[in-house]
């Protein structure tokens, strides 16, 4: 822990607040406002947890994921989950195999095929909402939602129903505080992000594998330099046409876990111009260039700052506040932590104008909601339903920009009246949301969320009827936002 800068982000915070005229939040406005942003709102006992230890000093130990071990019921869970702890080339066979037998017609296939489908979808949204919900290392949670939308693929295509846990797993999870580039290469080699794009059949011959730029594109436009970047089209082209034989290979896949393979013979050999660079032929190391050159480009770290200032400040990220994460970020050569620490260092993260200027998704209300209202549930599928009603399946996203997450995307009338339904049930403990519960105690949901309920809506809770006033807590304007 880098204890060393504790004193500084408490030093920011207190600055800022006079900068905007007003007295520091007290220690409970200020864990509300962290376990709101840096978490998936507060779990009970949480608000006591991170105001005796310092706001400093939690988001520090948030940094630190590998000091904060997973409770022994949650690694149980999580280790029970075999579709998910499987590798990718495992995953992909039994994909291959039972699309063969369908093929096949063999009697019972479709039935074996989709029990399985629905299997693989079932423990991926398993594993990722029992670690959102119930894991302490609540950042590094939050930073995988973060990432996996940046570098979304979607689950509906074709092989990538199976392949998305290890891409998960794989290619985002062991980098979200870590090396930008790293992760880029993780994303840009996984068979979940070569199938999803097209990549893996990008070819320089003609014809039904010829050149594919879908990658290529949203490699720069959404991954790195962002629609602003300063590219045109034709260095769209260049970059699809270096990646040429970056791909997979199905039985290396299925027989050795071999996720990615470059084929010199689908590459274009020919001498490129890209982003004003010459580019020799060289196979494979053309690519890794390519990829080296947007880690460290100045679009890629205004872009990604702006994206991670939106996603923990306002839905308009300050002006200057991206422009010091995005020197940060070349500073450190595109280490996540460091851009972090700057984020949450900031005057304007701590500043009291920002502390509601967030809507939450449909993600971050489910979960904070169960957060919020007491013990993990014992299923989680009917967590998966709420959200595919609210908009937002997990895994779900068709296209390759991911979700939103700004207010504008998610509220609508019809969205508040499915929350609303939702919350309903849930305080209630009705059987298909968490079967097994208990009604939600007002009271002590009240204590729980604490600072984040205005006197106004306590009021208005308080003189609702007792069976609602959980109910009218989790769909209270105050609970939507974070």
């Known amino acids: 822990m880098h204890s060393h800068l504790v004193p500084l982000i408490t030093a920011v915070l207190a600055f800022a607040c006079a900068a905007a005229g007003a007295a520091p939040p007290p220690p409970e406005k200020q864990a509300v406002h962290v376990l709101n942003r840096l978490a998936f709102g507060p779990a009970p006992g949480d608000l006591r947890k991170v105001a005796e230890m310092g706001v400093p000093a939690w988001i520090e130990q948030q940094l630190a994921p590998e000091s904060l071990p997973l409770p022994p019921a949650l690694a149980d869970r999580l280790a029970a989950l075999s579709t998910v702890n499987r590798s990718a080339g495992a995953a992909f066979a039994e994909f291959a195999e039972l699309r063969k037998e369908v093929r096949d017609e ?70 979200v505080f870590g090396s930008f580039r790293q992760m880029l290469g993780a994303t840009a080699k996984h068979p979940a992000m070569l199938f999803y794009l097209d990549n893996h059949l990008s070819s320089a011959g003609q014809g039904k594998r010829g050149l594919n730029e879908n990658y290529a594109r949203e490699l720069m436009e959404l991954h790195t330099m962002g629609v602003e970047g300063g590219y045109t089209q034709a260095d769209v082209t260049a970059l699809a046409r270096m990646l040429t034989g970056w791909t997979y290979e199905p039985r290396a896949l299925i027989r050795d876990n071999q996720t990615f393979r470059f084929d010199p013979r689908r590459h274009d050999q020919d001498s490129k111009t890209w982003l004003g660079i010459t580019v020799e032929a060289k196979g494979q190391a053309e690519g890794e260039m390519a990829l080296d050159v947007l880690a460290m480009h100045p679009s890629t770290a205004r872009h990604i700052s702006a994206k991670l200032a939106q996603y923990f400040v306002r839905d308009v990220p300050p002006p200057a506040l991206v422009e010091r994460m995005a020197r940060s970020f070349l500073d450190s050569r595109g280490d996540i932590r460091t851009v972090l620490r700057t984020l949450f260092a900031s005057e304007e993260f701590m500043a009291p104008e920002n502390a509601a200027a967030k809507f939450k998704t449909p993600y971050q209300f489910v979960v904070s909601a169960v957060r919020a209202s007491g013990p993990t549930p014992a299923n989680v599928a009917p967590l998966m339903g709420a959200m595919r009603q609210l908009g937002m399946p997990l895994y779900g996203c068709q296209t390759p920009d991911g979700y939103k997450n700004t207010q504008q995307a998610w509220l609508n009338p019809d969205s508040l009246t499915k929350r609303i339904t939702f919350a309903t049930g849930l305080a209630a403990g009705r059987g298909d949301l968490a079967p097994g519960a208990k009604a939600a105690d007002a009271s002590q949901l009240l204590a729980t969320l604490g600072a984040g309920v205005s006197a106004r809506t306590a009021d208005i809770a308080a003189a609702s009827p007792a069976p609602l006033r959980a109910a009218m807590l989790l769909a209270s304007p105050d609970f939507m936002q974070r």
């Open 106 to 175: 063999e009697e019972g296939a479709k039935a074996r095929r989709r029990a399985a489908m629905q299997q693989i979808e079932r423990e991926a949204g398993e594993a990722r909402l029992l670690r959102a919900i119930a894991s302490p290392r609540q950042l590094e949670e939050v930073m995988v939602d973060f990432w996996f939308n940046h570098f979304n693929v979607f689950e509906g295509k074709g092989p990538d129903k199976a392949l998305v846990a290890s891409y998960e797993r794989d290619a985002i999870r062991p980098y």
